[in-house]
């Protein structure tokens, strides 16, 4: 994983500000924060997926927990060595780099050129081939290639609406070979429901204090999210977070719009059943 400093992390983002704006808050405060105009949020530009990441999860995601995820999905999906495997939305490759030490033929795909390198340089380091590849997940540039794609730690659900959403799973339909399965991992909204925080403030062992103001719109199923990171040299980032959690039944309906047929959920990486206990919803759909 790409080492980088808190002042470093503030240094890259320094350039993303362009206007600002108000936002009221749930808790009926407000907070003034700096976005780039008509750039999404999860846009390279608009900066949550960057340099503070890895500030914040860094911890979390450790070789054993990436190794039990790769071990069950290849376990699930009856991967042997030489299949061929899509890490869509890969991010800085933790997953694609443990899938190729496995034996597997991997191709990472991601918008973001910050982790794509990040991704390139894990994969140097360990000495391993990966093909990465930067393109959106709308568009998937194969096709009837993979014997599986996988989709893991939360990253659908960024888009605007669910047609665009849909448009991934359709994508993930068309570069599979028949008889492939597609694998994804997302937070469990029901579990998300019954232990919703609607703030939160947390001091990382790196000194940076992270705050969040949380509403969840019953109507569409959005989380919305304002973020704030507060450095140690005093700085602070704000970041507006958008994400779409679907529930169990939109999932199974969105995979077979795309002709992908729903198999199992489980609710971890060790193959408990999914329930509303459950604190992830991972998914497992075959192409026909």
Same mark, same amino acid.
């Given at each position: 994983?790409?080492?980088?400093?808190?002042?470093?992390?503030?240094?890259?983002?320094?350039?993303?500000?362009?206007?600002?704006?108000?936002?009221?808050?749930?808790?009926?405060?407000?907070?003034?924060?700096?976005?780039?105009?008509?750039?999404?949020?999860?846009?390279?530009?608009?900066?949550?997926?960057?340099?503070?990441?890895?500030?914040?999860?860094?911890?979390?995601?450790?070789?054993?927990?990436?190794?039990?995820?790769?071990?069950?999905?290849?376990?699930?999906?009856?991967?042997?060595?030489?299949?061929?495997?899509?890490?869509?939305?890969?991010?800085?490759?933790?997953?694609?780099? &443990? $899938?190729?030490?496995? =034996?597997? #033929? %991997?191709?990472?795909?991601?918008?973001?050129?910050?982790?794509?390198? @990040?991704? !390139?340089?894990?994969?140097?380091?360990?000495?391993?081939?990966?093909?990465?590849?930067?393109?959106?997940?709308?568009?998937?540039?194969?096709?009837?290639?993979?014997?599986?794609?996988?989709?893991?730690?939360? &990253? $659908?659900?960024?888009? =605007?609406? #669910? %047609?665009?959403?849909?448009?991934?799973?359709?994508?993930?339909?068309? @570069?599979? !070979?028949?008889?492939?399965?597609?694998?994804?991992?997302?937070?469990?909204?029901?579990?998300?429901?019954?232990?919703?925080?609607?703030?939160?403030?947390?001091?990382?062992?790196?000194?940076?204090?992270?705050?969040?103001?949380?509403?969840?719109?019953?109507?569409?199923?959005?989380?919305?999210?304002?973020?704030?990171?507060?450095? @140690?040299?005093?700085?602070?980032?704000?970041?507006?977070?958008?994400?779409?959690?679907?529930?169990?039944?939109?999932?199974?309906?969105?995979?077979?719009?795309?002709?992908?047929?729903?198999?199992?959920?489980?609710?971890?990486?060790?193959?408990?059943?999914?329930?509303?206990?459950?604190?992830?919803?991972?998914?497992?759909?075959?192409?026909?």
């Amino acid at each position: 994983m790409r080492s980088l400093s808190i002042h470093s992390a503030s240094a890259e983002l320094a350039s993303l500000t362009k206007r600002r704006v108000v936002y009221i808050l749930p808790s009926g405060g407000h907070t003034i924060m700096t976005v780039k105009k008509s750039v999404p949020w999860y846009s390279e530009r608009a900066g949550f997926f960057g340099p503070l990441y890895f500030v914040e999860y860094a911890r979390a995601l450790t070789p054993q927990r990436t190794r039990r995820e790769v071990r069950f999905v290849i376990r699930t999906l009856g991967l042997r060595p030489g299949a061929r495997i899509l890490d869509l939305a890969c991010g800085h490759g933790r997953h694609s780099v &443990a $899938f190729a030490r496995e =034996g597997l #033929d %991997v191709t990472g795909q991601d918008l973001n050129r910050f982790f794509l390198e @990040s991704a !390139k340089e894990a994969a140097r380091t360990e000495g391993v081939s990966v093909h990465f590849v930067r393109s959106d997940m709308r568009r998937i540039p194969f096709r009837s290639r993979f014997n599986a794609v996988v989709n893991l730690f939360t &990253a $659908f659900g960024y888009l =605007g609406s #669910d %047609v665009e959403d849909a448009k991934v799973i359709q994508q993930v339909a068309k @570069s599979l !070979k028949p008889g492939g399965r597609f694998l994804i991992d997302t937070q469990n909204r029901e579990w998300l429901m019954r232990h919703y925080r609607r703030s939160r403030n947390e001091r990382l062992p790196s000194g940076v204090v992270v705050t969040s103001e949380r509403r969840f719109d019953f109507e569409t199923g959005r989380n919305q999210e304002i973020r704030t990171y507060r450095l @140690s040299n005093g700085r602070k980032k704000v970041f507006k977070l958008d994400m779409r959690f679907y529930a169990l039944n939109e999932v199974i309906r969105m995979l077979a719009d795309a002709g992908l047929s729903y198999e199992r959920a489980y609710g971890d990486f060790n193959g408990r059943p999914y329930s509303m206990d459950s604190r992830r919803m991972i998914v497992v759909a075959r192409k026909p």
